[in-house]
């Protein structure tokens, strides 16, 4: 884990210095900040001075609490009536199909409408599927299919929350924090992750799954509460993309265009869709080695630490580089092969705190990185293509790791992931190595301005 965190002080990869609309705001610190701004600026918590920050992270983390046990519930429900991880894997799925086949169009919505609002409605949405479902199983009618559909209902609910709720994010700070808000936003994600899923092992056999989701319902209050009263005079609104063209097929254009963003979709895209299965095969490992049911929610509690170390440590760089990225992608899969072979869950305790860092160090980067490169008008679309592939992956992923730790063997399910990733990480080095000043990314007037803009801001 040492080497991991040297990498924070190595400098990034090349980039082409004939790329006109690279984004060097994000790569040196604003000038003629004032005394407190400087002493914030120090710090990997700079961005909470902001009041509108500090209430939406508060209110994010109590309700992702409830998110991430009714997550590991769902898991454990859909388990015990199966005793299947393929089972699993399609619950999963249905969750996460949605994001694969509404993201983007969500994304260009999220670009176009008030993104705070959006959210509200979304939350809500997110909040009546908890107490339906919980409802459901109270009354004892709950069954696979009905899982199934509940979670594609959830999955469309999210679709549209994804964008819309991270890029609301960015229009909390200033441009030049943006980079610190996204890393802290990831944190808080991770940290409601330390505690969910260790609850949710808990309260399963305290009150058992229907009251858990109820639970989670009503947790979704913090979060809209929060949202109703963020002070919209102290935002930072973004510019709303103009109304017609293709909205999808720009931003598409506009990653194919630079070389770091196709070089980190591609990455993600092979990483998120082959070893970040772990609700797929944690279930099944805690059955097999590590001690029933309790201990899948142990593990992920234990591997959110990592997550919460992985996510500060970004937090603290005012540029992340491709290197950080990519290195963390590596950690993330050595540690998989490790703690697919633990033999018992104290040493999958061991192994889950350097993997937690690694996958949540790999998807902050990605997130911060994509927000360093987007333009204002641009940045649900971005944000939501990234989801996409990072989300919209699992419907793809989950079933063949069910299918193989079901069939071949469930230290595979993990193993094989980690094989593809790293495999990937060093295609990407090699393409980076070798494209070298020969790629030329694409200009497009739209996209130049805005960068320029951002840059003039962050400088004044």
Known sequence: MAAVVTMVVVSSLPTDPRDPVASRSSRRPASGTTAESARFGATTFRSLKYRNVR???????????GTWMQLTVTSLLVFRITGESTSVSI??????????????????????????????????????????????????????????????????????DNPARRSLVTELVPPVEITNATSLNTAVMTSSRMVGPALGAVLVGAVGTGACFLINGVTFSAIIFSLTALRTSEMFPSTPRPKGGQPVRDALRFVAGRRNLLVLFIVLLVVSTFAFNQQVVFPQLADIKWGG???????LGVMSLGSLTGALLTARLRHVSMRWYLGNAVLLSVTAIGIAWAPNIWVAFLWAVPMGLGASGFITAANAITQQESPNDMRGRLMALQAVVFLGSTPIGGPITGVIADNIGVEWALGYGSVLSLAAVVGAGMVWLFTGRRFVPVSTSTVTPT??????????
């Open 55 to 65: 209430l939406f992270f508060g209110g994010l983390l109590l309700s992702n609490v």
């Open 91 to 160: 619950s999963i799925g249905c969750q996460f199909l949605p994001m694969l086949l509404l993201g983007a169009w969500a994304g260009s919505i999220a670009d176009s409408l008030d993104k705070r609002k959006m959210a509200i409605v979304t939350q809500s949405a997110m909040a009546l599927q908890a107490i339906v479902i919980g409802l459901l199983d109270i009354t004892g009618v709950i069954n696979l299919p009905l899982v199934y559909l509940m979670s594609l209902l959830l999955g469309i609910a999210n679709a549209f």
């Open 293 to 299: 049911d309790a201990a899948f929610g142990y593990v």
């Open 451 to 460: 960068l320029r803009e951002a840059s003039r801001e962050a400088s004044a």
